[in-house]
């Protein structure tokens, strides 16, 4: 893939890589405000926030979905034209990861949007198809404290199919909480859900964590210049 030098003046700040159909990967950079979409010799970008920097992308392809966050932002585009869907500013705390849980009931298919935030607690928030989105709940994850790194399992889970969000929040101490957040909120809600596990390999801050797909391993960074893969099947729980 050939890139043009004068679309990467910024900083990287978020990436996210997917495959096409044909086998192809279409690569989403977060640079500077903008979120830049790469593939073959192509390139495209739409500038998404204008006072701060994207910090991470998610990709849903079932929903047609890019999710883009910053500071304290959030903005879901269509995946297949970059058009701005809906857009959420002006948050609570600094936005860490996102991740739409979406349920069918009868015809009609509801979503969510949950956000994860840099003080370890993830908010609900529903999407309506015709109205503005809508604050539901709070879920304050395992020993609060300000974290560098939050990471949900996955960008979207359907309920009918996955009922665990598994959460790695990274805090300034070295360790990585391992969580599970609800996703079914028709019952009874656990609204500060216990670790399931700790991992303490790192000496210093967690910088990243990032899941692979079937939820088994945990990659992740942190400042004494290591790169840590873990397989939490055999992590032993938290006592």
């Not at 959030?74 to 936005?95: F, G, P």
């Not at 849980?101 to 969510?112: A, F, L, P, V």
């Not at 809600?189 to 399931?196: A, I, L």
Request: with cysteine; hydrophobic share 40%; aromatic share 8%.
């Amino acid at each position: 893939m050939r890139t043009p030098k004068s679309t990467l003046l910024a900083p990287i700040t978020g990436l996210e890589c997917l495959e096409d159909i044909d086998g192809n990967f279409v690569v989403y950079v977060g640079a500077g405000g903008e979120i830049r979409r790469y593939w073959g010799d192509n390139n495209e970008r739409v500038e998404v926030f204008d006072h701060h920097s994207v910090h991470g992308i998610r990709a849903c392809p079932k929903l047609n979905t890019l999710m883009g966050f910053g500071d304290k932002s959030v903005v879901l585009l269509q995946l297949d034209d970059l058009s701005v869907k809906n857009r959420l500013n002006k948050l609570c705390d600094l936005v860490l990861d996102c991740c739409i849980i979406s349920r069918s009931e009868g015809t009609e298919q509801k979503m969510w949007l949950f956000i994860g935030f840099a003080h370890n607690f993830v908010d609900i928030v529903e999407l309506p198809t015709s109205a503005s989105p809508k604050f539901v709940r709070r879920v304050m994850g395992p020993a609060p404290c300000v974290l560098f790194s939050l990471n949900f399992s996955a960008a979207h889970i359907v309920v009918e199919e996955d009922q665990e969000l598994q959460v790695s929040s990274g805090n300034v101490f070295g360790a990585i909480h391992l969580w599970v957040c609800p996703v079914d909120l028709r019952g009874e809600v656990e609204e500060s859900p216990p670790s399931k596990a700790i991992l303490q390999s790192h000496e210093g801050v967690i910088f990243k964590t990032r899941w692979n797909k079937d939820k088994s391993m945990l990659v992740s960074v942190a400042d004494d210049r290591t790169v840590r893969v873990n397989d939490v099947r055999t992590t032993p729980p938290k006592e």
